[in-house]
Structure formats: C-alpha cells, structure tokens
C-alpha cells in the first residue's frame, strides 16, 4: 500500500517532492518548464521505476495547469475558435505520446530538449521584442490548422515524457502565432492542460502513479500556480518575457551539466 501511495519515500524526501512542486506551480503558470523542475526530482527519487515517475508527475501537474488556465482564463482573453482546436488534438497527441513513453531512452530526451532550448534562447536574444506586442500571423482557419499542428506535435511530446512542454507552448505561440506572452500563457495553459489529461488516461489505469505522493505535490503545485499567474497578470508581457528568458538559460546549463555528467 505505501508503494502504491508514497512510493516508499521516506517522509523528508515526500517533503523534497512537494518543495519542488511548488517552485514548479510558480514557474510552469508564468513560462512553463515546470516539468523540467518536478520531473527530474521524481526520477531522482525513484530512479528504478521511470514510468511511475512520469504518472505521478502528470497527476501532479494536471492540478496545477487546470488552475493556472482557470485564473488566466478570467484575467485574459482566451481566444476559443483556435485554442479549443489546439487543445483538443494536444490531448490526442499526448494520448499517443503516453503510450510510447516506455519506448524513449531518457539520455535522447534530454538531447532533444537541450537542441530545442538552445533555439529558443538563440531567437529570443536575436530578437529582443517578440512577445512584448500582439502580432497575429494568421486569421481564420489557417490560424487554427497552424495552432493544431503545433499543438499534436507539442501534445505528443508532453506525454512521451514532457520536460519544457509549456515552455515550447508558449515559445510557438509567441514566434509562430504572434501572440503576445501574456496572451500566450493563457493559450498554453488550456493546450497544457488538456495534454496532461490525455497522458493520464494511459498512465492511471497502468498503475503508473503513486497516488498519495500525487494528491500532496498537487495541492503544491496548485499554489505554485496561483502565485505564477497572479504575477504574470500584475506585472506583464515584458516581466514573463525575462523570466522566460532566465528559465530557459537555467533549463540549457542544467541539462547540458546532466549531460557531461553522464
């Protein structure tokens, strides 16, 4: 029974998860990435059962997004024609994703993550203004083909494993759509949150989550995220623009030092 509740965690390492939980909440509702912060604090924890991890992780994470979407839906404009599309084949896409997880060595996830931090960091330098103004690429049913596409691709990778799922979210829909990142966070919040549902369908029934670990990092991530989208409301485009510029810089030194370390 403590298996399948706690994952035989001592409590101060059940209190080490929740910690984390909690800066992950925070940082995952303004720019995302707070799979990249939990999730590699549960393999730690329990690096003999990965997939456990990455249900326990997911159920976690859905309490918090569902949230954070909740709150930015009330304080931003939520563009249903094209986010509700996008939302619906992400959760399609996890769903495949998820059932694939036990397919993908960790070592390539990290690699890949690590190419497309590097990208994103190398554009946003480069160009110093996207996401600080609304700039719409495409309208109609073209912008809902290119927020659908994204956003299967986007869902597949968030339920194979999911490290930066939010942050490549908000990344595409900032320099792909034009949104500004506020508007973004929001958008990304709904994608995100429909993608940890479609990957909870596959883990849940498998045993893949330890459930009582889940239920306390939820109700920290849950705060996590009311603070992150309180501050990214208050305070604005050009705010979550820097943090997500910092997150990503620490996300790159941070896998590219796992990596050398073998």
């Known amino acids: 029974m403590h298996a399948v509740l706690f994952a035989h965690l001592a ?14 909440g925070t940082v995952d509702a303004m720019v995302g990435g707070g799979g990249l912060i939990q999730l590699p604090v549960l393999l730690f924890l329990m690096p003999h059962t990965p997939v456990l991890a990455l249900g326990t992780n997911k159920l976690a994470s859905v309490v918090g997004t569902s949230t954070a979407a909740g709150r930015y839906i009330r304080r931003t404009k939520v563009d249903w024609r094209s986010a509700g599309p996008m939302a619906a084949v992400a959760l399609g896409g996890s769903f495949l994703g998820a059932a694939s997880a036990r397919l993908m ?112 990092m939820a109700v920290c991530n849950l705060s996590g995220a009311l603070i992150g989208t309180a501050l990214a409301t208050k305070r604005g485009a050009t705010f979550v623009r820097k943090v997500f510029f910092g997150v990503v810089s620490l996300l790159i030194v941070s896998l590219a030092s796992k990596l050398a370390m073998g």
């Open 11 to 24: 409590f101060p390492l059940v209190l080490f998860a929740c910690a984390a939980a909690l800066v992950a």
């Open 105 to 216: 060595p960790a070592a390539v996830l990290d690699v890949v993550v690590l190419v497309a931090m590097v990208g994103i960091a190398v554009h946003l330098w480069r160009n110093k203004t996207v996401g600080l103004v609304e700039r719409i690429r495409f309208e109609g049913a073209r912008r809902i083909a290119v927020m659908a596409a994204g956003g299967v691709v986007i869902g597949f990778w968030d339920g194979l494993a999911g490290p930066g799922t939010g942050s490549l979210l908000i990344f595409f829909l900032v320099s792909a759509i034009g949104l500004e990142f506020v508007g973004a966070s929001a958008v990304a919040k709904v994608v995100n949150c429909a993608t940890n549902v479609g990957a909870l369908i596959v883990f849940a029934p498998n045993g893949s989550v330890a459930w009582g670990l889940a239920a306390a």
